[in-house]
Every structure is written in C-alpha cells, then in structure tokens.
Nanobody, 115 residues
Framework: QVHVVESGGGLVQAGGSLRLSCTAS????????MEWYRQAPGQQREYVAL???????HYADSAKGRFTISRDNAKNTVYLQIDSLKPEDSGVYYC?????????WGQGTQVTVSS
C-alpha cells in the first residue's frame, strides 16, 4: 500500500499564489507519472497537470500559464505552483500516482480563493 498526502492548501485572496505538495510513502521514480486533479463543489474531478518519470510535463488548457508542476525525487514529493489565483481555482486538489497496476490517490488539500 502506498500512501499519498497532499498539503499546502489554504485561504488565499485572488491574485495570490500557493504551492501545493504531494508526498508519497514510496519512491516517486518508480511511477510512470504523477498528476494533479481538482474538484469544485458539485462538479466532477478534473485533470490539471502531470509530470512523467522522465521529467516531461503537461497541463490542462485551464492551467497553462499559471500552474507549474515539479518534483523532488529525494523528498518523494511533487509540487504544484499556482500563481495569479482566481476564485474559479477553488476546490479540493488531489494528487495521483500513476502506476502500472493501479493508481494511488491522496485525500486532497483544500484551496479557497476569495474575491
């Protein structure tokens, strides 16, 4: 069993920034990719960004320009830097470790952006 823990969320005014962290209990180098998702109240969970084992990244259209995904293999941690936050960015942000046999999800971290 692999445990995934997200942190770094909070209440931020529009225009501010946050850096979310996702720490795994196993080496993140052993996973094909690590991804970030978010879910607003009453809405479906949506993909935000990913980083592959080789280091390449990809972003959803809604995240391009303001979101940056990165990792620290020594800390088994992937980060999501969010700049110029908007109220529409509010929601629970989840981290997913994409493995060969299954995916591992964290419990999420709440991001609330006030106007």
């Amino acid at each position: 069993q692999v445990h995934v823990v997200e942190s770094g969320g909070g209440l931020v005014q529009a225009g501010g920034s946050l850096r979310l962290s996702c720490t795994a209990s196993a080496s993140i180098s052993s996973f094909n990719a690590m991804e970030w998702y978010r879910q607003a109240p009453g809405q479906q969970r949506e993909y935000v960004a990913l980083i592959r084992g080789v280091g390449s990244t990809h972003y959803a259209d809604s995240a391009k320009g303001r979101f940056t995904i990165s990792r620290d293999n020594a800390k088994n941690t992937v980060y999501l830097q969010i700049d110029s936050l908007k109220p529409e960015d509010s929601g629970v942000y989840y981290c997913k470790l994409h493995g060969n046999w299954r995916d591992f999800w964290g419990q999420g971290t709440q991001v609330t952006v006030s106007s």
